[in-house]
Every structure is written in C-alpha cells, then in structure tokens.
C-alpha cells in the first residue's frame, strides 16, 4: 500500500507504507473511499509545527470495514463507517459528559491520507451509517463530518448559538465556512462572516452568512461593533488559532457573550485583566466530534445539510502533494483525495 508521509517543510511523499493490520482486539480496519487535506495539516506542512521525523499524515477519514478485532461487537465488516480525529471508547467518564475527544482511551488518528487504516476503539469511534452504503455523492459530505464539519458543529454549540442570535464567525477556512453552516442550523439571525476571499465569502453566503466583514484586527472589531449598534455579538467562532484572531474575537463579544476557539493554537496568550475586563464565557478545544457524529450524519443524509461543498479541488491520492500546495497557497480551499 502507498500513502502520505511529510518529511519536512512543503515536502510531502506519496510512498510505499505498511498495510494496516488489526493489532488490538478492539481495532477495526477500514477501506477509505475518499480522504482529505485538514486545514491544520498545514502547520507541519509550512513549518510552523516542527515534526520529529517523517510523519505518516491524514486524520479525516470514513469506509467499508474490512475487518474487526475480536472485541468489537457494534461495528461489522461491510458497514459505512464515519469516524472522528479522536478516538473515544465511548464510555468513560469524559465520554459520557460528551467529551469524546478528550476520552481516557484517546488517540490522535493519523495514516488516513491512504487506502486503508486502522481504527483503535472502533465500537466507541465509528457510527455506521443508517440504511446501509450511502450513495457516493454523499461521500464529500459525510468526510466532512469526520472533522471539519464536526468541529464547525462544536464551535457554533460551543459559542452557545440560539434561535435569533447574533453570530460571527472568525476566520474562512472550511471549518469557519462549516460553522456559518452550523450556526444558520441552530437559528442565528444574522451571522457575519469575517473573510477577505471573494470565493470564501460566496460559499459563507451560501451557507447562510448574513454579512461580509474584509477587515481585520481592530478595523475588523469596529466594524462589528458598527453592525451590532456597538454592543457586539451573542456567540464567537473562532477558527483560526492566532492571537489575532483570538483576540478579534474575544473585543468582538458582547458583555455575558460566548467565544468559542477551535483553531489549533499557536503562540496565543491572554491578558488576565483585559479578560477579567471583557466579560465573556470562553469554551473550545479539540471538538468532540463523536458526540455530534450521529445528528450531522441524518442531517447529511436527508439532504438538509450539505457540507461537502468546501472541497473545491478533487484529485486522486497519488496527488496528495498537489492538494498540501493548493491550500498552501490558498488556490483551494480543501483537497479532497480519492484513493
Ligand atoms: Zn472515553
């Protein structure tokens, strides 16, 4: 089997790799019909997240099960399985409060940029689509659910959006993209989308974005508090990861407002008292994307959502690296790869 390994900055190999084998009695491996680029594959990919050695990469991933351990008793060979970045059992205590992804049993998937992979945990991790194979144009979409569309989830549950809310989402990647979706889900009124990429800002409107901000930083701050009569926003996504973003969202709350952050951070740090001074809630971290697998999949299915619209670039695995240059270079907004 071939699949994807970085070996250091903006050089990623598509080469000969060790088939996956079930290892542990609760294993599952699975047949992926489609794979993906992540947004934060690119901070190894660009250097800024130093990696030790080659590192087999791709952490989105949905398939037919091949193959159980012998200790699996919910998922069967055949089934159309979505699993999330995290593996969870299911069951500890942090799974039951709805914390998959911080379960005691966690596992930061890798080796999904392939034709196959090995899944820990796979009773806790993977939900088997209802009603059997879905159709493959479904595929893109229910990828998406794995991550992006999953953390999108959670950062628009996390910013506490409620029916008539006033949202906005920081940040136009595919997960910010996914939380404008999530958010017009949950029933925000109006939801401004903080995006300078005039194809961005078309899927953020079609996704339900209300309103268009191209700045950013404090002419950004501005004109939110412009367009909410100076009081700011209820809910906060923020999806990017730096401390500019990080703090546009936090001046763009209003006081008692929720900030949600899912952007992976790196070199944010905040200031005690301008947070003691700000008044908001702030919640976020690795998204649970298990607890949301079961609702994002119906949504999917009944054609309520469709997510898979953020991949704008199909390419055969074998291109992996063409897909790491395209959204490098912000030519694409998310790779989507078919073995
Ligand atoms: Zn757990």
Redesign the pocket.
Known sequence: MQGTVLYGPRDVRFEDCPEPKIMEPTDAVIRLPATCVCGSDLWPYRGAQEIKGPTPMGHEYVGFVEEVGRAVTSIKPGQFVIGSFAT?????P??QYGY?SS???REFMTRAQAPFLRVPHAD?TLVATPGGTPPDDLVPSLLAASDVLGTGWFAADAANVKPGATVVVVGDGAVGLLGVLSARQMGAERIIAMSRHESRQKLAREFGATDIVTERGDEGITRIKDLTKGIGADSVLECVGTQESMMQAIQSTRPGGFVSYVGVPHGVSLDGAQLFFSHVHLHGGPAPVRRYLPQLIELILNGKINPGKVFDLVLPLDRVAEGYRAMDERRAIKALLRP
Not at 88 to 92: E, G, H, P, R, Y
């Open positions: 969870s059992d299911n069951t500890c942090h799974c998959q379960c005691v049993n806790g």
